[in-house]
């Protein structure tokens, strides 16, 4: 079965800072991994995706991540945070050569960003 | 293009009462799927489904919750006999394929407040 984990409940940088967002997974087959961002009181906004190719992937708001097989892992990056990107993010997966499947989500990440 | 349309946004029903939840996919999406969000839980996927078909439900509990994604019209997401439990945002998503490298769209969610 696929699974999603990210380890910290919350990651606070100040604003000016890189962060990183961090989000491991678990699949039997090649993963399809993404990136939602979370603002309160709103539904889930697509941020990137790795489908296959280059390992690192750019997306909205200046967003990147980067997505390394033998960790298992696709941690989201921004070379400089900015106050606006405070929100929930989750990282989900889903089994790439299954058809049929949905995708699955970590348990989220609440990044707070300092001015 | 609408987006993914969820409705109504809150909802607060009395215990033993029955809630429908609506979800109206993207323009051209034929794949639905519904999560429930905990607070300290994440999203948890409930149910998969293309028209007229329920293609996973490993997530929806055994008794009380039921889905369906007619021909014609919205899906629904119907929770009989409320308990407080079910008190949750309830996300609905959509994809034009079920399968591959295709990101999910999210709506907005319905809150539901069980009294």
């Known amino acids: 079965a696929q699974s999603v984990a990210q380890p910290e409940d919350q990651v606070n940088v100040a604003e000016g800072n890189p962060l990183t967002v961090k989000c491991t997974y678990s699949?039997?087959?090649?993963?399809?991994l993404f990136w939602y961002v979370q603002y309160p009181n709103r539904g889930l906004q697509f941020l990137l995706k790795y489908i296959t190719g280059d390992n690192l992937v750019k997306g909205s708001y200046g967003f990147e991540a980067e997505f390394n097989k033998s960790q298992t892992s696709f941690h989201l990056k921004k070379p400089s945070a900015l106050v606006s990107d405070s929100a929930l993010y989750f990282c989900a997966v889903r089994e790439g050569d299954q058809a049929g499947t949905a995708l699955i989500f970590g348990k989220g990440t609440t990044l707070s960003v300092s001015s | 293009n609408a987006g993914v349309m969820q409705n109504p946004r809150h909802l607060v029903r009395r215990r033993g009462q029955e809630a429908r939840l609506r979800c109206s996919p993207m323009?051209?999406?034929?794949?639905v799927y519904w999560y429930r969000q905990l607070p300290e839980e994440g999203l948890k996927f409930m149910v998969y489904?293309?028209?007229?078909?329920?293609?996973?439900e490993s997530g929806m509990p055994k008794e009380r919750f039921s889905a369906e994604f007619p021909k014609e019209g919205p899906s629904i997401l119907r929770i009989q006999q409320v308990v407080r439990g079910d008190s949750a945002a309830y996300f609905c998503?959509?994809?034009?394929?079920?399968?591959?490298?295709?990101?999910?769209?999210f709506g907005q969610g319905t809150r539901l407040t069980v009294v």
């Open positions: 489904l293309q028209k007229e078909n329920i293609i996973d």
């Open positions: 323009k051209g999406h034929s794949h």
């Open positions: 998503a959509s994809s034009p394929q079920g399968a591959g490298n295709t990101e999910a769209f």
């Open positions: 699949v039997s087959g090649n993963p399809y």
